[in-house]
């Protein structure tokens, strides 16, 4: 996302700085015309550096696996919250004019669907309550110090440079990242958990134009598609993009939300957002591309913090 964020401002005639430890991304995605900075936000010295004389921010770094957060929670909360901390630290400090934060679906915990940003937040994984720690650390910063912000929870987001390696996240990338492997996709539990899906191509315009919207400031706002498509409706799709005869295996349910979709007539209004991208267009696309990029290899978590409990399916994964 953030890859195709800094494209989009720099086409629009800004100066764009990118802070990236590239734990999730490449280095191949940065366009040439930015300042790239490598390194973490967990580095203070170099936070405060990048945000120097600098009127916006677009905080995008985040490790998002929901599941897999339960297990490495310092982790999480070091990178997703502290981490947040840091770059707040060093706007308020060097007088940035706009914090633009991409939170998550994840705050909203088993809720009433479709998600209204009115609910009430109650996260139920360690992932969520980070985002949600960050959202409130905003409002207060505001009201303190006076900094402007932005709140959006994208949710779901799926494209081309998506890093399908990783076997933690993003679904359609890990579907068809194992289909160039020769593996099934791998659904847990029955498969009829809900999502609404959302083609990048969508999401960055009103992403980027949200931090110049006046009507946007001290905002929650949904961004993505609203129509849900179960997994295994979406397994099916991602194999007939793929031109695979594959098909999807089933493992055991892990902890998680079952149906999670947003209303999105915010976004709509405030930051004209469209679905433009169908999901199997969408899937089409990113298919074309993941095959020319083919496989890459996943990442097994070294050492998970927390092993009680851990999912099966997570210690090895094959």
């Avoid at 170099?46 to 916006?56: G, P, S, T």
């Avoid at 919250?81 to 991409?102: H, P």
């Avoid at 479709?114 to 985002?131: A, H, M, Q, V």
Wanted: aromatic share 10%; charged share 25%; net charge neutral.
């Amino acid at each position: 996302m953030g890859s195709h964020l800094v494209d989009y401002l720099i086409n629009e005639g800004n100066e764009v700085t990118v802070l990236d430890d590239l734990s999730g991304g490449f280095k191949d995605n940065v366009n040439k015309q930015a300042t790239f900075m490598k390194g973490s936000i967990n580095d203070v010295e170099l936070v405060n550096k990048a945000v120097d004389e600098v009127d916006v921010i677009f905080h995008l770094a985040a490790y998002a696996a929901e599941g897999l957060s339960h297990f490495i929670k310092h982790f999480n909360y070091e990178n997703n919250l502290i981490g947040s901390i840091n770059l707040i630290n060093a706007a308020i400090n060097n007088n940035v004019k706009r914090f633009v934060f991409t939170s998550s679906m994840a705050v909203y915990g088993t809720n009433q669907t479709p998600f209204d940003e009115s609910l009430t937040p109650n996260p139920e994984d360690s992932y969520g309550i980070s985002k949600y720690a960050v959202e409130r650390e905003l409002a207060i910063t505001h009201e303190l110090f006076g900094m402007k912000y932005v709140i959006i929870r994208p949710h779901n987001v799926y494209g081309v440079r998506q890093n399908i390696g990783d076997p933690y996240r993003n679904v359609i990338g890990i579907f068809m990242n194992r289909i160039m492997q020769g593996k099934p996709p791998r659904i847990y539990g029955d498969g009829e958990q809900t999502r609404a899906f959302s083609y990048i191509d969508d999401i960055v315009p009103c992403l980027a134009k949200s931090a110049f919207i006046r009507a946007a400031e001290g905002q929650i706002i949904n961004l993505g598609a609203a129509e849900p498509t179960n997994i295994n409706d979406l397994a099916e799709m991602v194999l007939r993009a793929m031109g695979s005869n594959l098909k999807s295996i089933h493992t055991p349910p892990r902890h998680e939300v079952k149906h999670a979709f947003c209303t999105i007539k915010k976004s709509e209004e405030i930051l004209g957002y469209k679905t433009k991208v169908h999901l199997m267009e969408g899937i089409q696309k990113m298919a074309e591309w993941a095959k020319r990029v083919g496989p890459r290899k996943s990442k097994v978590w070294e050492k998970y913090e927390v092993e009680k409990n851990l999912p099966s399916f997570w210690k090895v994964l094959k």
